[in-house]
């Protein structure tokens, strides 16, 4: 039945519920992708089912697990379909993807459909969870006004390379006030800002002209404005984490504030 729905995601799941219970929870994998979250892309549909005699449906391209029990108020209904909510699936998440995915999920969710302050009052009463060590330690690292996963690394391996937390996506202002960007990444008092060059500001004429705008008002406004591609952040962290810390170190010296 499955193979004659159209390869969505929320058609293929619309498709599943017809055959499933009627408590059954899109959970894991499915469940964040259902609420926009990047997480590596799957065909299985995850669902936890709740124990009743007998065997489980079994439904090609489905694949059942316990039921979690989860209490009423930590599900949803998210666009008709019953998943977890972004509390509890954070910390489900914690047991499915590396630090580094967890914390890009985390952004999202943050960003999104739930606050940092939530998770952690659901992680602080939860007990029992596989992924409740890995939730925890990662909660301090979630960013709401990060904007894509490239962001997330790009902040991370400067945190991870021992360097202060920056700023994300904050307002750069000149001597009169006027918002002049908004990098991705920013330390105020070194007036360096920092940001992931994506494929498409190299690909949109205009967003190349704004790149080059923005550049020239940061430069002229006394900021240091350093921008990395993929290759970079994915293949040359530690080169990166030098440069920063280099940058950091020598706009101290200079006294810019």
Known sequence: MLDAVPDSLDLRCRAARLLLPRSAVFC?????????VPVPEHDTLH???????????????????????WRPAE?????????????????????????????????????????PVAIGAWLAAARGCKGLPAARAALPHLEPETYSPMETRLRMLLVDGGL??????AHVLDETGQRIAQPDLYYPQARLTIDYDGAHHDRDP??????????????????????????MVLGFPREIVAEVRNALAERSREGCR
């Open 206 to 231: 205009r967003q190349v002209r704004q790149d080059r705008d923005t550049m020239r008002l940061l430069a002229l406004n006394g900021y240091l404005a350093l921008r990395y591609d993929a290759r």
């Open 75 to 115: 599900l949803r209904f998210l666009n008709g379909l019953l998943v977890p909510r972004p509390e509890p699936l954070f910390a489900e998440l914690a047991g499915l993807l590396s630090r580094i995915e967890l914390i890009i999920a985390g952004d999202h969710l943050t960003r999104s459909w739930t606050t």
């Open 164 to 169: 202060p937390r920056p700023l994300a996506n």
């Open 28 to 36: 894991g994998l499915t469940a964040a992708r259902l609420y926009g």
């Open 47 to 69: 669902v936890a089912l709740a124990p009743v005699l007998g065997t489980r449906p079994r439904i090609r391209g489905v694949q059942p697990h316990a039921h979690a029990h």
